[in-house]
């Protein structure tokens, strides 16, 4: 991730990582930085979004990189559900919505 990692980056590459741990207990070779880096942007582009509990995501992000992915299945798994939410609201620029008549990309 580089310092102009949008928002809707900086969710994927979280929920990769946490979705990844959660389904299959293995961590991707940079994970804790990818953790750090998306909750930097959440809490630095929180603002931007109408999302109540991104503050909450970032500081769990926190967490997970700190070590609590491999002890604490709960907050994995809160996580993952709010990182599946935000992933809805921060779509990357491009990408259309389901209600989209056009699907061009």
């Given at each position: 991730m580089s310092a102009g990692t949008t928002l809707?980056?900086?969710v994927l590459d979280a929920r990769d990582v946490v979705e990844t741990y959660r389904d299959s207990a293995v961590l991707l070779s940079d994970w804790q930085s990818l953790l750090l880096q998306a909750a930097e942007v959440l809490t630095r582009q929180s603002s931007d979004i109408d999302t109540p509990p991104e503050a909450e995501t970032a500081t769990e992000l926190r967490m997970l990189a700190a070590g609590e992915i491999e002890t604490?299945?709960?907050?994995?798994?809160?996580?993952?559900?709010?990182?599946?939410h935000l992933?809805?609201?921060?779509?990357?620029?491009?990408?259309?919505?389901?209600?989209?008549?056009?699907?061009?990309?």
């Open positions: 809707a980056e900086a604490s299945p709960e907050l994995v798994e809160r996580t993952a559900l709010r990182l599946r992933v809805v609201v921060t779509r990357p620029s491009g990408v259309p919505h389901p209600e989209d008549d056009d699907w061009a990309f």
